[in-house]
Structure formats: C-alpha cells, structure tokens
C-alpha cells in the first residue's frame, strides 16, 4: 500500500485530454512539492513535472501539474501514442522523513 | 552533458555480498545529492536513501535501514549501494538518481540506466 494513491490504470482516445490523480496527505503533499515521472516501457523513469507544476527543460507543454491541498494532478493533453507509459507522483513526507511514491498509473490511449 | 551510468546487471545467491555502483559525469558530482531507487519486478518505484557525496552525509528510508549501505567516493565521482547478505526478495532493477538542487527533495533529474540484480539459489 503506497503512501500517496494514484488510480491502477486511465485510458483515453488520441488527440483527447487525461487526468492522473495523487492523493496524500498533510505530511507530504500538503507541505511539499510534488513531483511526476514517467516510464516508458523497458526504460528508466524520467522527470516530467517538478515543484508541482513546473516543466523541465526538453518536457513536451502537453504536460501539465496542479495541486490543490492534499492532492495533485497530473494532466496530458493531446494525447499520443508514444505517451503510453506508467505515471508516478512523488513527494517528501515529513513524518516518515523520506521520499515517497504513489503506486503508478498505467495510461493506456485507446 | 549529465550522465549517470550504473554498473552490469549481477546474478547472485542468497546470502552473497554486492556492492553496485553509479558513476556520475558531466557535473560537479560533489555538489548534489545521489539516491537510490528500487522497483521490483512489475512493481513501482521505492525511495531507498540517498548521500551528498560532498561530506558523505547519507540518509536513509526507514525501510532500507539497516538492510542496505549506501556511500560515495568523491575521488573517482561513483556513489555505490551494497548488500552484506541478499535475499531473495532483494531481486530487483535499481536506479541512481541525481536530485534537483533546491527544497524540492523528491525531485530527480537524471537516472542511470538501472542495474537488474537477481538473487536466486
């Protein structure tokens, strides 16, 4: 059971927008910034989104963050094939004094 | 350009010792923190710890506590993470990671290529 949840799997038409949920709690995301990956598949997990919303350099502005409280959203617009992927968030939790992890989300584009 | 590459992937049995290593490139190693990730065969992404190879100031997961070592030689700019004793369940693919500078602490820039450790009598 991860500390910050994330829905198993979303799936959505190309061309079309999807939302990623993480929900956590005050000791994480409610005190930190929040971070997502991206995993291709049979590849290492790359940055997407940082400090809640902002992009790194080289990351498609299809991508987009949001916080709100105790939960975050990741967003992708314009969906593409090549976006297949598993999406993590990620934040500092304060009381267990470390990074955690949301489970994943399998996003599959119909 | 910033490159982490991580030694071979590595065959062992339970109770054999391993030391994995990571190789940093392309930056002032000594100037930003190293940590490790652990995903499990289908599994997601599990914060093991972490090590400022500047003073070797290393933190670690209450998870991996104990379990694991993690050190850094500034020298040669290699961080490693090794086992005094695998176990099975220690089969995994492991990643450095190179953290973002600033107050974001879950925020990693580059990952090596990942290093496949499986641990099978």
């Known amino acids: 059971q991860s500390v910050l949840t994330q829905p198993p799997s979303v799936s959505e038409a190309p061309r079309q927008r999807v939302t990623i949920s993480c929900s956590g709690s005050s000791s994480n995301i409610g005190n930190n910034a929040v971070d997502w990956y991206q995993q291709l598949p049979g590849k290492a997990p790359k940055l997407l989104i940082y400090?809640?919303?902002l992009l790194p350099s080289g990351v498609s502005d299809r991508f987009s963050g949001s916080k709100s409280g105790t939960s975050a959203s990741l967003a992708i617009s314009g969906l593409q094939s090549e976006d297949e992927a598993d999406y993590y968030c990620?934040?500092?939790?304060?009381?267990?004094?470390?990074?955690?992890f949301g489970g994943g989300t399998k996003l599959t584009v119909l | 350009e910033v490159q982490l590459v991580q030694s071979g992937a590595e065959v062992k049995k339970p109770g054999e010792s391993l030391k994995i290593s990571c190789k940093g490139s392309g930056y002032s190693f000594t100037s930003y923190w190293i940590g490790w990730v652990r995903q499990m065969p289908g599994k997601g992404l599990e914060w093991m710890g972490i090590?400022?190879?500047?003073?070797?100031?290393?933190r670690y997961s209450p998870s991996f506590q104990g379990q694991v070592t993690i050190s850094a030689d500034k020298s040669i700019s290699t961080a490693y993470l090794q086992w005094s004793s695998l176990k099975a369940s220690d089969t995994a693919m492991y990643y450095c990671?190179?953290?973002?500078?600033?107050?974001?602490?879950?925020?990693?820039?580059?990952w090596g290529q990942g290093t496949l450790v499986t641990v099978s009598s």
């Open positions: 090590i400022y190879p500047g003073d070797s100031d290393t």
């Open positions: 990620a934040a500092w939790d304060d009381r267990l004094n470390g990074v955690v």
């Open positions: 990671v190179r953290r973002l500078d600033g107050y974001d602490y879950s925020a990693f820039d580059y």
């Open positions: 400090y809640d919303d």
